[in-house]
Nanobody, 128 residues
């Protein structure tokens, strides 16, 4: 049974913006949610994490200043606003969740192994 449902992917020109959404459909109170991506032939890489309790977010260097994570607790949804998109941002984007909020606002927040609950992924394609 799906617990995380993603939406918002698509195709956009370089320099453009997209907003991804990740809805928690079973209303579990996760402590930390994160975004990852995987480009063709590449490994998973962490992008950002957000502490649900206080909204504290962590960003990987390669998206810092361009991507912004946010949450809407009333809608059980977290968002990733992506701006100034680059060709190298092309990937399948996944959200993930864990119950604990510990160290969510740090690099530990985008550790792949810390997550067992994942969304289905949404494709983001940046064109020239």
């Amino acid at each position: 049974q799906e617990q995380l449902v993603e939406s918002g992917g698509g195709s956009v020109q370089a320099g453009g913006s997209l907003r991804l959404s990740c809805e928690v459909v079973n209303k579990v109170d996760f402590g930390c949610m994160a975004w990852f991506r995987q480009a063709p032939g590449e490994e998973f890489e962490g992008i950002s994490s957000i502490t649900i309790k206080d909204g504290n977010a962590y960003y990987a260097d390669y998206v810092k200043g361009r991507f912004t994570a946010s949450k809407d607790k009333a809608k059980n949804t977290v968002y990733m606003q992506m701006s100034s998109l680059k060709l190298e941002d092309t990937a399948v984007y996944y959200c993930a969740a864990r119950l604990s909020g510990a160290l969510c606002g740090s690099a530990k927040g985008i550790s792949v192994g810390a997550y067992k609950i994942w969304g289905q992924g949404t494709q983001v394609t940046v064109t020239s």
